[in-house]
Every structure is written in structure tokens, then in C-alpha cells.
């Protein structure tokens, strides 16, 4: 009881502190950054800027049919994590309830059944991700501390939260505190790593639409 | 014993003699063995041990000792609706002190005490309920001149063993409970060199208590403990998974106020605060009064009275999934941080690139001119 003394109380303040923070550093580095002017003449392609951006985000859900081979299992495995992850984290009542009390917002849950079924599949899915990328040597040469580490903290409140559920290996209250420690440690990685695309995917995407598109690549 | 001692006793009969002479049949005397073994979990060839344990037990002193308490623990453990035959056991319990229930005052009662204590030396049981203060020299409670702290180191000496009834006792309680004013602490903090079992709840279940008893009487020994020093039998399983609603858990069926649909549909208390998850006690499947009911199926979320700290784990109502109050105390200072740093840092960035641009426009000094340099 303690340890969820702590985890609920100290470890939650301090990884809420840094997780803001951290994501508003980023995203003020980002805003207030140097924008080299560019002065080059667009090509005769060139739509709106607003709109290549938007094709792109749209564009990047699917990969072009010659890389679809290839990367399928990936994509597939992928598109089950995410939205797996996104159904725990914000169909859950108890999560719900964790937003509610942050912010005052209130939604509509699943239920708790049907979440345990989502978190044993995205669970299979996240190990897949890692057998996957741990099998493929090119893969494996350029993954980095940032590729491993954003796994490890996230799929560690997928797992503890299933042993938590289903009292697994400890008593309930310890797999909750590190349950929440495990999502307290996720929060204070997220705005340093790769993980920070929860935030930003859309607007790299973005980006590097804009910028193709002034180069009139189709 | 002198004639004149108020507190002579007759000579001790056993349990069995003394249940035949008021009439209880073996039978009885079986049935309620084998109802307290069953609460406790027990195998069904304990029932007879615990029968014949019993009927051969001696009237066992116990000396309850109350502290920093409310008498809850007392008024609960008096009223215990299990079989009567269980309120006959508590005549064969010499309660020779107890502030609440003994006749005797001032000297007299604290006479008793130390005459129990000497008579049964190294027998007798001592029954603690509410938590000791240790902060300055621990003036905050005493009895006939005596600090808590005092009392209980006296007391237990030469006991056979301590029973800490009800949350304070067990873990502080509420006299521990932050900023603990007094510096109250659990009885198993203070008493290390004998067995204390800790039987917790705000108060404890009345059976729970009993239960407790009649094992000590029947076994003579300790039943088995969790790592809180709590009988298995009793807090060996949270109240969350024997509630009867627990389906409306799994199904995602919640109350969310006290007076909605959900709460008149007796779906799960959890958004309202519910602390079954967390709780070890035996409420749902005991029951209170005689069976009757417990705080959830009367429509109020668990509070966790039977956990250490129960009183400061974060609010009565507030799901236990939230985070405690005061987690973004220092949001508003991070979010300022987090934009301040990005971007002095931007600026930063910016700046040297703009150093770096200007160098570059700067015309590039040819070999020739280089060597005229």
C-alpha cells in the first residue's frame, strides 16, 4: 500500500511535471526555431501548401504498392498496437476517470472485458514488433537506445496493467502501484524520444508534404 | 487468595465442563466449532479439533488494554450476532480490565490488571485497541498516571501473546493519520519481541475478532498471517474479488453518483470511489450484523478501513485510479518552464546560425590575397 501511496501520489506529481515540460519544450523549440527562408521557385506541380499536407498525412496510412510486400506485416502489426493502445488508454473507465480528474473531461467507456481482450492482442503485437525488429539484421544495425527503450516503456504498463487485472504474480494493490510507476516512467521518457510523434507525427508529416510539394514530387 | 480480594475467582473449569453445566449440547458445541472453523477457512477435521481444543480449554485471562481510540472496536466486538453460543465463549474469557466493560474504577480497576498479570503470568492475552502516542514522552494519552506507552510495555511483559483489534492499533489509524500530531504508532511497532496479530477494520468485523479468539483458545497458537500480520483467514482475499458486484465491474456497469440509475441497479461503486480493489477483509463474505449486510451492498463504496493509512489514501471518492490530489500542483510552473527553455533555446540556436550565415556572406579571401595578408 505504500508503494501505491507513492506511486499515486510523488511518482504521479514529479512525471505529470516533467511530461509537461518536456512536451511544451519541444514544441516551443519547434515554434520559435531558426526557418531557413526558402527562396527557391516552387515547381509548376505546386497545389497549396495546406493541401499537400494534408494529402500527405492521408498518403502516409498506406504505404505505395512497392513497398506494401515487404512491409506488410510490419503495417498490419503496427495499425493493431496503436489503435490496441489507443482503446486501453482511453476506453478504459479507470483511465477515463485518471483523464477525468486531470482535466474535468468525461467520455464514453468500453467494457472492462472487452479491454482485456484488446490488451492481450496489443500485447502479442508489441512482442511481434520486437521480434521483428530484432530478426531483421539491417533493422537491427540501425535501431538505437531510443528504439528500445520507447518499446520497454510502453509496452510495460501494457503489461503490468494485464497482471494487475488479472492478479498475476503479486498482490493487487503492487501490480497497480507498478502499473502506475511503469505509465509514470512512459510520461517522463515521452517528450525525449522517438515517442514524442503521439504529438508530432502529423505535423512532420506535414512537413515534409509541404516541402515535397514545393519540389513537385507527386 | 486473601477472602477479602474483590477479585477472587473460582477454581478454572474447562470450556466443556462449563458449556454442560449451562445446558449447551455437544451437538451445539460441534456446530459452532465447525461455523468458526468454516469462517476461518479451516479443513472440515479442524472443526473437531477446534471442539475438542475448546471444550478442554481453561478460562483464558485477557486484559484489554484501549489507547488512542474510539471504542467502536468494543461496541462492535459486543455486539457479535454470530451463534449465542459464541457470546458463551466470552464467559469463559476472564476480561479481567477493560475501561468500557469492567465494573471496577480508579485503583481498583488497575488493581485488577496487575493481580491478572501476576496470576497468569506468561498466560494471559493482551487485547489492544487504538495506537500509542510516542511525541514528546507520549503525555498525549494517559491512564492512572501512566503514558500508553508505559501501559503496554508493562503489560505485555510477560503476556502470551497481543491482539491488535481495529485500524488504529493495527496501523495508526486515525490518530496516525497525517500530520499524526501525537506521533502515534501501530502496536507491532513498539511490541517486537512477541506475537502480535493484527486484526484491522474501522471497526473490525465482530466474528473476525471472535474467530480470532476461539483459534488462540482451541489451538493454542497463532493462525497463519499475511505480511501484515493479519489472520489469511479472515484478510486473505480483497474485497473486490468476493463482491457480489463484481460482474458490473467486468461489464463496465457503473454507478456514477449515489442516487443514479446505476446505484439503484446496484451496479459497481468504483467511480464513486469504491477501494474494494485494494481492501483485504472478510465484508463481503462475513457480512455485518449477524449477516446482514456490508457497506457495499448497502450502497457505499469500501473505504479500505482494514489498510494501513486508510484515512490518507487520497479521498473516500475518489476513484482509485486517479492520481492524489495535488498531482499537477506544479503544472503551471512546468508548462511556463517547458515554453521558457524551448524557447531561450530556440533563440539560442537562431542566434548561432545567424553568426554562422553572416560568416558565410562574408567574401572568401583568394590565395593571393591570403599571401598579400
Known amino acids: 500500500m505504500e508503494l501505491l501511496e507513492f506511486a499515486r501520489g510523488p511518482a504521479l506529481t514529479f512525471a505529470l511535471t516533467v511530461f509537461i515540460a518536456g512536451v511544451l519544450f519541444r514544441i516551443a523549440v519547434i515554434a520559435f526555431m531558426w526557418r531557413t527562408k526558402d527562396s527557391s521557385v516552387g515547381s509548376e506541380r505546386e497545389r497549396p501548401a495546406f493541401l499537400a499536407a494534408l ?36 476506453l478504459l473507465l479507470p483511465h477515463i476517470l485518471f483523464f477525468q480528474d486531470l482535466t474535468g473531461l468525461y467520455w464514453g467507456h468500453l467494457p472492462n472485458n472487452l479491454i482485456y481482450a484488446v490488451s492481450i492482442i ?3 503485437s508489441l512482442i511481434a514488433a520486437l521480434v521483428m525488429r530484432l530478426g531483421n539484421p539491417a533493422q537491427r544495425i540501425i535501431s ?23 492478479h498475476l504474480g503479486a498482490r493487487y494493490e503492487t501490480l497497480l502501484a507498478l502499473h502506475i510507476l511503469s505509465v509514470a516512467l512512459l510520461l517522463i521518457y515521452l517528450p525525449f524520444g522517438k515517442l514524442m510523434h503521439f504529438f508530432l507525427v502529423f505535423v512532420t508529416r506535414s512537413q515534409t508534404g509541404a ?8 | ?8 475467582r473460582k477454581p478454572a473449569r474447562t ?13 451445539s458445541f460441534l456446530k459452532f466449532a465447525s461455523y468458526t472453523a468454516s469462517i476461518m477457512a479451516l479443513p472440515p477435521a479442524a472443526a473437531t479439533a477446534m471442539a475438542e481444543g475448546l ?18 472496536c468494543t461496541e462492535s466486538f459486543t455486539r457479535a450476532k454470530a451463534p449465542s453460543i459464541e457470546d458463551l465463549i466470552f464467559d469463559f474469557i476472564s476480561l479481567d480490565y477493560h475501561h468500557t466493560l469492567q465494573n471496577a474504577s480508579g485503583h481498583l480497576a488497575e488493581l485488577a490488571r496487575e493481580q491478572a498479570m501476576e496470576e497468569n503470568k506468561g498466560e494471559y492475552l493482551v487485547i489492544v485497541d487504538g495506537s500509542v502516542p510516542l511525541k514528546d514522552d507520549g503525555i498525549y494519552s494517559t491512564i492512572a498516571g501512566m503514558t500508553n506507552l508505559q501501559m503496554l510495555e508493562d503489560t505485555v511483559r510477560n503476556a502470551k501473546a497481543v491482539i491488535s483489534v481495529g485500524s488504529c492499533a493495527a496501523f495508526g489509524g486515525i490518530p496516525g493519520a497525517d500530520p499524526n500530531p501525537t506521533g502515534a504508532v501501530a502496536i507491532d511497532r ?22 480470532t479468539v476461539a483459534y488462540l483458545l482451541s489451538f493454542d497458537g497463532i493462525p497463519e498471517l499475511d505480511h501484515l500480520g493479519r489472520p489469511k483467514a479472515f484478510f486473505g482475499e480483497a474485497i473486490h474479488d468476493r463482491c457480489y458486484r463484481r460482474p458490473f465491474y467486468e461489464k463496465g456497469m457503473f454507478a456514477k453518483s449515489f442516487d443514479d440509475e446505476g446505484a439503484r441497479q446496484g451496479w459497481c461503486l468504483f467511480e464513486v470511489g469504491c477501494k474494494g480493489p485494494v481492501t483485504y477483509n472478510a465484508c463481503a463474505t462475513l457480512k455485518w450484523n449477524g449477516g446482514v449486510s456490508f457497506p457495499i451492498q448497502s450502497g457505499h463504496g469500501c473505504l479500505g478501513c482494514s489498510e494501513p493509512g486508510f484515512w490518507d489514501l487520497g479521498g473516500f471518492y475518489k476513484p482509485l485510479s486517479t492520481g492524489k490530489d495535488g498531482v499537477l500542483k506544479y503544472a503551471a510552473g512546468a508548462a511556463a518552464a517547458g515554453v521558457a527553455i524551448g524557447a531561450a533555446s530556440a533563440y539560442a540556436v537562431r542566434s548561432r546560425r545567424k553568426t554562422i550565415m553572416g560568416n558565410a556572406t562574408q567574401p572568401v579571401a583568394t590565395p593571393d590575397e591570403k599571401e598579400a595578408k
Request: charged share 15%; proline share 6%; net charge neutral.
Open chain 1, 144 to 166: 538505437t537506445f531510443d528504439d528500445y527503450f520507447s518499446w520497454l516503456v510502453t509496452f510495460l504498463p501494457v503489461l503490468t496493467g494485464i497482471l494487475a487485472t488479472m
Open chain 1, 211 to 218: 516541402h515535397l510539394n514545393h519540389r513537385g514530387a507527386q
Open chain 2, 55 to 72: 471444550a478442554a480449554a481453561r478460562r483464558q485471562s485477557v486484559i484489554w488494554l484501549s489507547f488512542q481510540e474510539c471504542t467502536g
Open chain 2, 15 to 27: 470450556l466443556g465442563e462449563a458449556l454442560n453445566e449451562r445446558g449447551i449440547s455437544r451437538r
Open chain 2, 1 to 8: 487468595m486473601a477472602d477479602n480480594n474483590p477479585f477472587d
Open chain 1, 55 to 90: 494529402q500527405e498525412i492521408g498518403r502516409r496510412m498506406w504505404p505505395l504498392s512497392v513497398y506494401r510486400q515487404r512491409t506488410l506485416f510490419n503495417l498490419i502489426n503496427g495499425y493493431v498496437f496503436h489503435i490496441g493502445l489507443a482503446i486501453i488508454v482511453f
Open chain 2, 190 to 211: 513498539i511490541i517486537t519481541d512477541k506475537p502480535v496479530i493484527n486484526l484491522p477494520g474501522c471497526p473490525p468485523i465482530p466474528e473476525v475478532m471472535t474467530g
Open chain 1, 122 to 124: 496489443t500485447l502479442i
